[in-house]
DNA sequence: GAGTGGTCTAGACCACTAT
DNA sequence: TAGTGGTCTAGACCACTCC
């Protein structure tokens, strides 16, 4: 019973017990299926999946490489809020605490290519486990949009009308640490200075631009990341 | 000419325009595979790369159906800090603050699950760009590892020391905020209590712990990842 | 039990690139 | 120009899972 997987796990096997030392070329798929005893397509989707994953480097007529550099990628599952929350088993709430029309910080309009004299929808809520403060969530929207009859954000989160009614083709996403102040520093109760972890989010529909948000944790939260 | 990446297009096309909106079926394989005038290989390509992305959820007989919640998966490149400073066109240098045997926190041994009464390598370094501190590493080593006479790490960075030798089969990596204290603030020139990020990763071979690090990056600094 | 995706094969041709 | 990986095909059988 031997299936692609098979073969990746000992080709991985081979990698790591330095068999085939970071930079070698390693036999070429015509002999390795031999090896084997199955076709060349099935040695092919493992080796894809090898390179994919960053453990080889494939190139035609040069052959396969073992990666100088093993495993540097890691996957983050971006968390849905409420999904992670109710993960955990604990109630699930968000309170929408401001939402209005007004003028961008010129960061933002720069950040998302929009003209700076353009309003824009301004969005600050509360994400609660068990009633107790989980995330500081604040949106800039473009209002572009938006349907006439703006959608009611007090009873449905923004991020799940957006997901649900817009379709995006990019985004990036970064993490930074910041000092609380302010509203934010008022919500989580603690002192203004106190250091939280922020992940900021632009997303876009084409070339344009649909929101910014930025979410600040609670205290002492971390982002876990499977390597 | 139609490939299995045009059929991916083609199908992400139809999953954003709402042809096919969240939550439901898509035609089988073998539908679309008359449609496209391909074989059925070729979609299962295709369908695979978009299910692997988190655009479609696959189950033998039910059939595909386009995800509820589009993509939500990011991949981060872990940095190599030589690597990174260097791509930026900056000089890249490290000095080792401290090193020593000692016993580590509880924390630390709990965390992967050796002896609390065994010393373990205790290693602090600065990452500099240019002269200027870009990140401070602390780091707890398996001694069980290093071999008789100790590697001298003041000429040669842990982590590449580690890369080279060891092989490792998994880690884990989070994410936190954290308020600069001690060296760490001293390092970095910064008062006491600046909001610092902070990255953590263990790293395993097999089920024996190599190390422990923390990388705290200088303040103002963001992670960057593509979605 | 039946329908769908998951995988394998043997062979073929193509695309890229080192020499 | 030649060698390697990348892809496609037509057909087959298997594995899972819903009914």
Redesign the pocket.
């Known amino acids: 019973m031997?299936?692609?997987?098979d073969i990746r796990a000992e080709v991985l096997r081979r990698i790591r017990a330095r068999d085939w030392p970071p930079g070698q070329v390693i036999p070429?798929?015509?002999a390795l299926a031999q090896e084997f005893?199955?076709?060349?397509?099935?040695v092919?989707?493992a080796?894809?999946a090898l390179?994919e994953a960053g453990f080889l480097e494939?190139?035609?007529?040069?052959?396969?490489r073992v990666a100088e550099t093993p495993v540097r990628r890691a996957t983050l599952d971006i968390p849905i809020l409420r999904h992670e929350i109710e993960a955990q088993g604990r109630a699930y709430a968000f309170r929408l605490l401001d939402h209005r029309l007004m003028l961008p910080p010129l960061a933002v309009t720069t950040r998302l290519g929009l003209a700076p004299d353009q309003p824009m929808l301004w969005l600050e809520t509360v994400h609660l486990a068990d009633g107790h403060p989980h995330a500081h969530e604040a949106r800039w929207l473009n209002p572009a949009l938006l349907p006439d009859p703006c959608p009611d954000f007090s009873a449905l989160s923004a991020n799940e009308w957006l997901v649900r009614t817009l379709a995006f083709t990019a985004g990036d996403l970064a993490f930074l640490a910041e000092a609380a102040e302010g509203r934010v520093a008022e919500v989580f109760g603690v002192t203004a200075g106190a250091a939280l972890l922020v992940m900021e989010r632009t997303t876009w529909s084409g070339d344009q631009p649909i929101t910014l948000l930025r979410l600040t944790h609670a205290p002492g939260h971390r982002v876990q990341m499977m390597v």
Chains 1, 2 share one sequence.
């Open positions: 031997t299936g692609w997987e070429g798929e015509e005893g199955v076709a060349r397509a099935t092919n989707r080796l894809t390179a494939r190139r035609r007529k040069s052959g396969t």
